[in-house]
């Protein structure tokens, strides 16, 4: 609509790698802004959840006064985009997670922690992606961690070596690898042109 400001494009800014995911909205012309706090959380019409530390986010979340704010935006259907640790956040399960990390329950997925091994495990794999078309995404896996049950709401998007590395339900995107790192912008599109 003629005059109707952009969707504003949020990217939770806790810690983790919130920078390049940031340039990769604002490459695509999306007007994107760092969220730190409930009143940016609040100005925000689709979120994004970077990768990092889970256990970390989790307890800043809880510093900075979102925990709550955030859950009740996701309950209300706020499309987000979750990557890494920003699943394991959205899951509604974690295993091997510190007992006092909190789940957002945005998406009924299983997930264990870290369950490739430790960061030298870290590995890159071109995933087949179908709603993204060709060619194959590059994906980056840093201390991912594997999806152990998606449950039945949950549409699973790509997967690799039989798990699921990408999925999605009405409003939430997560994946377990860090797309802002493959240089592909395919997947930030797909987020922010998607009718959630
Ligand atoms: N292993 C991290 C965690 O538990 C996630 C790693 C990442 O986001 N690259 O949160």
Do not use: W
């Amino acid at each position: 609509m003629p005059g109707e400001s952009p969707v504003k494009v949020g990217v939770l800014a806790l810690q983790g790698a919130a920078d390049l995911h940031l340039s990769a909205l604002k490459e695509l012309g999306t007007a994107a802004v760092a969220v730190r706090g409930p009143r940016e959380l609040a100005d925000v019409g689709r979120l994004v959840i970077p990768g990092g530390e889970s256990t970390t986010i989790s307890k800043m979340l809880v510093a900075n006064d979102l925990l709550t704010p955030l859950k009740e935006r996701l309950a209300e259907g706020l499309p987000t985009l979750g990557t890494c640790a920003g699943m394991i956040l959205l899951a509604s399960e974690v295993v091997d997670g510190r007992k006092d990390q909190h789940c957002l329950g945005a998406i009924d997925l299983k997930v264990r922690r870290n369950a490739y091994g430790t960061q030298v495990d870290s590995f890159e794999a071109d995933l087949s992606v179908a709603v993204l078309g060709a060619p194959r995404f590059h994906g980056v896996f840093i201390r991912s961690p594997i999806v152990e049950h998606a449950g039945a709401g949950v549409e699973v998007l790509a997967s690799f070596q039989g798990r699921a590395v990408l999925c999605r339900n009405s409003n939430v995107l997560a994946s377990t690898f860090h797309p802002e790192l493959s240089g592909d912008l395919r997947l930030h599109r797909l987020f922010c042109e998607e009718e959630f």
